[in-house]
């Protein structure tokens, strides 16, 4: 199989179990219907074919003509980007993925679901550190926000859209997209209503799972918000 997937530091993974290492207090969440545990197996599982991308992920991406026929590249697990110069500024994201498209290249940041929540409310979060205002400013001028308009969103979908444009600025990419790879049971789509308040405040709307939303401009880079519904893994039968 083609090296596609690396751990953060660059080594070469040849199993889900490799990307253990990397996941810190989360490691003892590795099971089934955890969400590290359903990512990596679905990146895993997709990466010998000619596209490496999970099912739901391709099917996305290729909702937009011009993401047609999207081919992954590299996809990094518990990629870490720094946000800024303030004490443990980095962002760590379940995969960056480096994808091919017909006319330039795709920066995909994969924020892994099943039943887990986003976390904090900005509101709240800014109460627990002297420091966080002053990167909450640095992290609304990635998403093109003022500070005040984002207290009643998520902080994890700022941070982590922001380290996906920070990654493809760094890049050199011409579009970035941040999708939700939901595990969630059923129709249960925990976290969904908090994922479109956070892409209407963006302006770029999601309707639905399974729809990517239209591009905006960051910078130099075309940015789009989705949200995909995937299988919880299910082991091979011996």
């Not at 179990?17 to 197996?41: M, N, T």
């Not at 902080?155 to 595990?183: K, T």
Request: aromatic share 8%.
């Amino acid at each position: 199989m083609e090296t596609r997937l690396l751990g953060r530091d660059g080594s070469a993974l040849a199993d889900p179990e490799d990307v253990i290492p990397f996941l810190g207090r989360r490691e003892k969440h590795w099971k089934q219907a955890f969400s590290a545990f359903e990512v990596a197996h679905s990146w895993f599982a997709a990466a010998p074919s000619e596209h490496g991308l999970p099912a739901a992920v391709r099917a996305l991406l290729e909702s937009e003509p011009s993401y047609a026929g999207a081919r992954l590249t590299q996809a990094i697990f518990e990629k870490t980007t720094v946000l800024d110069g303030i004490a443990r500024g980095e962002s760590q994201t379940d995969v960056l993925a480096f994808v091919a498209i017909p006319e330039g290249s795709l920066v995909l940041g994969v924020e892994g679901k099943v039943n887990e929540p986003f976390g904090p409310r900005v509101s709240s979060w800014l109460n627990r550190s002297a420091n966080r205002p002053a990167r909450l400013a640095i992290v609304a001028s990635w998403l093109g926000l003022e500070p005040e308009v984002t207290h009643a969103l998520r902080y994890q979908l700022l941070h982590r859209a922001a380290a996906v444009l920070i990654e493809a600025d760094n890049a050199g990419a011409s579009d970035a997209a941040l999708v939700v790879q939901s595990f969630s049971p059923g129709d249960v789509r925990k976290g969904f209503a908090d994922f479109q308040a956070f892409a209407a405040a963006m302006g770029a709307p999601v309707d639905a799972p399974g729809t990517l939303s239209p591009p905006i401009a960051r910078g130099a880079v075309c940015f789009r918000l989705g949200w995909t519904i995937n299988p919880i893994y299910e082991a091979p039968q011996e």
